[in-house]
């Protein structure tokens, strides 16, 4: 997403105002959803773990719908607004396709030392205000009410998780933890733990997939879906050797087949990973021969330096020779000096 122009589109807003923001699970914060357009939405807050250096919004889909066979065309504005200055508030505007794969579109908006400084406008006695302004496309639209702003308060009388869903329970209101018996799990699949939250807070369709699986399938599913993503992770470029990319490849090839995910917005990264292999061999013989030319290089350097050395001794060797020949009669060494006594 890009700051952009405004242009003249018709723009349906809807207006969430968190209050006493420090209360809320930030790691896990949601606006209720609401509907624009004839189709259901929702804020999503990037969670705030301890890693995360930035504020960043995304627009989400929150109707309960299949993996696949259906997309939505909107054009939406998310606002951080500045509660100080208009001017400064940050406005991120996009065009953007959601499908099955795509869940949800956003991007960072501020340091999160600027949003947490009261100071900066954007956090202001405990309150923040976030805007979306959603244009779903006429073909698509089945429901209108233009100029009409919803307004949703969040506050510590709030759902204690910060998540608020709609009325209605569905699979979608479920979490990975409502799925996923952590107690069950070996201490290194605990690690996967955090990325499988992050991926399900972004990709819904995860959840929805494996709400009515077994609970050793989806602690299977589950399990390889976070090897997949500690790999992707915690891996290096030149970490990707043969073990490494069989291995992910084999739990790759397992995840596509049987697990029922719907994986496409993970699938470029894989592959690319997956490509790394050859691409490192040849970046180490990339490498090896560069270094072999530096040294053939430096080699040269000295021999020419050598050379030069060479031939200014020459032509001293030669000017000297040319100067004690003058003259000089050149006489066999070898012959005997004899004397005579007659």
């Not at 790691?27 to 509907?35: D, P």
């Not at 773990?49 to 997309?71: E, I, Q, T």
Request: proline share 2%; charged share 25%.
């Amino acid at each position: 997403m890009d700051n952009q122009k405004g242009k003249s589109i018709n723009f349906e807003p809807f207006v969430w105002k968190i209050e006493n923001f420090s209360k809320q699970n930030t790691k896990n914060l949601r606006s209720k959803a609401f509907k624009i357009g004839g189709y259901k939405w929702r804020i999503l807050l990037h969670p705030l773990r301890k890693n995360v250096d930035h504020f960043s919004l995304y627009l989400m889909v929150a109707d309960s719908l299949p993996a696949y066979g259906w997309n939505r065309n909107a054009h939406f504005k998310l606002v951080l607004v500045n509660q100080i200055d208009d001017n400064r508030s940050v406005v991120k505007e996009t065009h953007q396709k959601f499908n099955g794969g795509y869940l949800s579109w956003g991007s960072l908006f501020v340091n999160l030392s600027d949003f947490n400084d009261s100071k900066q406008g954007y956090l202001v006695n405990n309150t923040c205000i976030i805007e979306a302004h959603i244009n779903v496309q006429a073909s698509q639209q089945r429901e209108s009410s233009n100029n009409k702003v919803h307004v949703i308060e969040t506050s510590d009388e709030s759902s204690p998780t910060g998540s608020c869903g709609s009325s209605e329970t569905d699979s979608s209101d479920l979490t990975l933890r409502d799925l996923l018996d952590l107690e069950s799990l070996r201490n290194e699949e605990l690690d996967f733990v955090p990325l499988l939250e992050e991926a399900c807070v972004w990709h819904p369709s995860l959840i929805r997939s494996q709400s009515k699986r077994t609970a050793r399938f989806k602690s299977w599913a589950f399990t390889s879906l976070g090897q997949v993503l500690h790999i992707l992770k915690t891996s290096k470029v030149k970490d990707m050797d043969e073990e490494t990319s069989k291995n992910l490849k084999g739990l790759w090839e397992e995840l596509v087949m049987a697990s029922g995910f719907d994986l496409a917005w993970l699938e470029p990264y894989v592959e690319s990973a997956l490509g790394m292999k050859n691409h490192v061999e040849k970046t180490l013989q990339v490498n090896k021969l560069k270094e072999s030319m530096v040294a053939l290089d430096t080699k040269m350097k000295k021999l020419r330096g050598e050379l030069v050395d060479a031939e200014v001794e020459f032509e001293e060797a030669k000017r000297a020779l040319d100067e004690l020949s003058k003259g000089h009669i050149d006489i066999d060494l070898n012959a005997d000096l004899c004397y005579s006594i007659y």
